[in-house]
């Protein structure tokens, strides 16, 4: 039987630390709208306090979660154990984009550590549900590493490059919900380096 817990209390942070991997589910209000899903790794994850979540969001191909949370708000983070005893972890809570020129981005971008990957924001979660289940059906993997494409990729363009795509593709989602502003995009930080950390 799955349990639910009051707060990301010790061993669940401590669970959280080993998993390489976690899966992040929004969807619009419209009956019609389309539901999104991404995976997310490279150590984007922090945890604030004992409910609160945060990630960085990197620029894409799309902007459907910042869309929907900022239509909506509804958003939930789902991680899952590839090795050792199964185990599965949702986080179910209203997100909020925190784009660079929001006077909260510096405080919770210090909490990561600073790569070539600049994220165009920020994603905040104050999580209202925390529940586990089994995991029996989850296949066990090894992790080998993380991919470095995006680093290899950005080494190559300018941060110049990388602004007129997000202007381009980010500013709307696939149902034509709003994404990130103008603003918000040409906000982003300098890349502290070219290369990949270590």
């Known amino acids: 039987m799955g349990k639910t817990y009051p707060s990301i209390d010790a061993p669940i942070r401590a669970w959280i630390g080993r998993q390489k991997v976690f899966f992040v589910a929004t969807a619009p209000l419209g009956r019609d709208g389309m539901v999104n ?16 979540l ?3 969001d990197f620029g894409g191909s ?24 199964p185990k ?10 925190v784009a660079a020129n929001h006077d909260d981005f510096g405080g919770l971008y210090d909490l990561f550590e600073k790569t070539a990957l600049v ?10 549900r925390i529940s586990d289940s ?23 363009v300018s941060q110049e490059d990388v602004t007129e795509y997000l202007l381009q593709n980010n500013q709307a989602s696939l149902d034509g919900l709003a994404g990130l502003t103008p603003e918000e995009i040409k906000a982003r930080p300098p890349r502290p380096t070219a290369k990949a950390a270590g």
């Not at 994220?119 to 209202?128: D, Q």
């Open 88 to 97: 599965i972890f949702r986080f179910h809570g209203r997100g909020e984009v």
């Open 62 to 85: 799309g902007v459907e979660t910042i869309a929907h949370l900022k239509e909506n708000g509804r958003i939930v983070v789902m991680m899952c154990a590839f090795d050792g005893p």
């Open 119 to 128: 994220p165009r924001a920020i994603i905040r979660i104050h999580v209202e």
């Open 134 to 156: 089994c995991g029996f059906g989850v296949p066990l993997y090894d992790f080998v590493a993380d991919r470095d494409a995006s680093y290899k990729y950005l080494d190559g």
């Open 37 to 52: 899903c991404s995976p997310k790794g490279l150590d984007t994850l922090r945890i604030v306090d004992d409910r609160t």
């Open 54 to 56: 945060a990630y960085l």
